[in-house]
């Protein structure tokens, strides 16, 4: 049986859930036991070039079945902010189509009129070019508000690296003295604060399961989270032993998640 103490499981993907397009040994278990306790579980990414619906395709495609609605990506994180501090803004994004059409449908105004912008919003962006950059460099002079998805300083895909969207974000500051003001995607609070609502979990009753010291428990324990370290991913023994960062709890893999 899961552990009392937690009513909601907020799951990284890669490194936790699945290492590329294999599917981590004992995911599969876990999900479906955590499922079958009426516990509820969300997935959780930092990349906004993959759609939710994408994400929870590839879930079920390795086993585990998913919808959109059970992931959460920096771009709904982004939404969810954007939501709670100017619904209905008039927003000018540095980013891709597909990140326009998400905007509009959330029902904000995705425009390119200096003038009227009200949030200026950086993103990845393999379109990026001089004449968007000028544009949200312009709005942000005339006191747009200022937002990101994420800031990393690259974004793998498959075949390479994209622009990156510190890069956007360095350029956008020094060209107008102005401060990003939020950050939506990992590890800000803001990415956990839109899984907990989809959850309708409290924090305290919510563990945090991810393979990042960095990003997945450093955000967990600021959110006042309990933390499970997998070693599936990116960190070992070693690397944690040398960090400041202490889980609640550390695993080989998913498979141990109480």
Known sequence: MPDARYDGYIFDLDGTIYLGDALIPGAQATIERLRASQRGVVFLSNKPLESCANYAAKLTRLGIPACADDVIN??????????????????????????????????????????????????????????KLNLARQALVRGASFYATNGDKTCPVSGGEIPDCAGVIAFLEATTGRKVQEIAGKPSPHILGAALARLRVDAGRCLMVGDRLDTDMTMGVTAGMDTALVLSGVTSRAMLAESEIRPTHVLTSVADCP
């Open 74 to 131: 920096s771009t709904e994180a982004l939404i969810h902010l954007l939501r709670e501090r100017h619904p209905g803004a008039r927003v000018l994004a540095i980013g891709e189509p597909k990140l326009l059409a998400e905007l509009t449908e959330a029902g904000f105004e995705v425009t390119q009129q200096v003038d009227a912008v009200e949030v200026v919003v950086a993103a990845f962006d393999r379109t990026l070019d001089y004449t």
